[in-house]
């Protein structure tokens, strides 16, 4: 089955596309990737979705056009997947839209809101669409995140030590795959996005992030300031926990600015730079993890990663890439492997990494154009991940 998935992470740069031939071969899931797009968000779109994000105040008639507008943008990135990687055939498309809001209380999660109508998918290629992937597994009383932990696990699983999966989005999370045991996932906090916050408040408005981590790499690190946001409770709870921008966001870092006055905006960068790098380095600690295979957008930061590295001696950082997956495309194909995994009747989440009270299957189907038929239902879950090499894409 060719597979197109799509996502836009919690930096809303814009749309990653991947897609995979995906097939069921015993306790094992194969995956021959078959290319990536990454497709920047038109700016009037992109200030359309930064006008809804928490803390920001927004109307129905926002949140409408938002979803409008990401759905549309999404069918325009499926139907350049279908002819640009699929080679004009494609079976299935899986969108994970672009989350608004992550409702939390109390540690669990009450709700999850992701925009970008899929009827605009299924209508512009008339392939059936999977989406709202979250919802069902917060309706299991979990936590709806990391969902990438299914594809790390599948990847992951049989590796020698305690093997990990670290994703450097706008928010970090790690999945740890321990030897005989259940594995375990959780956001450790953020990697980009209060970065991303104060480049663009340093900045005006002119610059989006740090680049190639060269404003960190010039500043000095403040200990008064560092020491104030990891007292931040979220980094004591346990897991399974999850969080984004609706905690992390431009006030809250100005909020500690005021406490903690630092002399100049690369202090600041480099400041937040390492509370990733500390807090994810925390919980890899606590787990044991002797091999960390790292993607997102913050692999492309070399100073994140240096410091990633200096507080973990002796664990090993490879990419994905490394593994076979590409790291840029990882979510995309994460999402993709969700869809297939929900028509075939398998689950697209684990209970030990999202703390749902059982596993289910993922999302919403949307028929396409066609008469809806779905694959027989798989007759047990695949256990690993097996990559194929790449050959060109025919139609």
């Known amino acids: 089955m060719r597979v197109i998935g799509l996502m836009s992470g919690t930096s809303y740069d ?22 990536a797009l990454s497709l920047p968000y038109p700016e009037e779109l992109r200030a359309g979705i930064a006008a809804v994000l928490p803390p920001a105040p927004a109307t129905a008639y926002d949140l409408c056009r938002v979803d409008t507008g990401v759905g549309r943008a999404f069918a325009d990135a499926a139907v350049r997947a279908v002819s640009e990687l699929c080679g004009g055939a ?10 608004v809001y992550h409702w939390v209380e109390d540690g669990a999660v009450r709700g999850t809101l992701q925009l970008g109508q899929p009827a605009w998918i299924a209508e512009a290629t008339g392939l059936p669409v999977v989406s709202d992937l979250r919802s069902r597994d917060v309706a299991a009383g979990g936590q709806g995140a990391p969902l990438v932990s299914m594809l790390d696990t599948l990847l992951l699983r049989g590796r020698q030590g305690v093997p990990a999966a670290l994703n450097l989005g706008g928010i970090a999370n790690v999945t740890v795959v321990p030897p005989g045991g259940d594995p375990v996932a959780f956001d450790t906090g953020p990697a980009n996005a209060l970065l991303d916050a104060a480049v663009r408040h340093f ?6 992030f740090d680049a190639d981590g060269r404003g960190a ?38 909020e500690a600015l005021a406490a903690w006055p630092v002399p100049g905006p690369e202090d600041v960068l480099a400041t ?3 509370l990733t790098a ?40 490879p990419s994905s890439d490394d593994l076979g997956v590409p790291s840029a495309a990882k ?28 596993a289910t299957p993922l999302g919403t189907v949307m028929p396409g154009r066609a008469p809806l038929r779905l694959p ?20």
Request: with cysteine; aromatic share 4%; charged share 15%.
């Open 376 to 395: 027989e239902p798989a007759a047990v879950p695949p256990r690993v991940l097996r990559i194929a090499a790449s050959p060109p894409v025919r139609g």
């Open 331 to 358: 979510e995309a194909l994460a999402f993709a492997v969700l869809g297939f995994l929900t028509v075939h009747g398998l689950p697209g989440q684990m209970p030990s990494c999202t703390g749902a009270r059982h």
């Open 203 to 208: 900045s005006g408005g002119v610059g989006d």
């Open 90 to 99: 494609a079976d299935l498309v899986v969108s994970h839209g672009q989350t």
């Open 272 to 274: 937040l730079t390492r």
């Open 14 to 35: 814009g749309i990653e596309v991947a897609a995979a031939e995906l097939t069921l071969a015993g306790d094992a899931l194969v995956m021959r990737p078959l290319g």
């Open 217 to 254: 790499a010039a500043g000095q690190e403040n200990r008064g300031l560092l020491a104030a946001l990891l007292a931040d409770p979220y980094y004591r709870m346990p897991a399974p926990k999850s969080t984004g921008k609706e905690r992390f966001h431009l006030p809250y870092l100005l």
């Open 278 to 317: 500390v807090t994810v380095a925390d919980a890899c600690r606590a787990h044991g993890v002797t091999e960390l295979v790292v993607s997102g957008g913050g692999l492309r930061n070399p100073t994140m990663m240096r410091m990633i590295a200096g507080e973990l001696p002796g664990v090993r950082l």
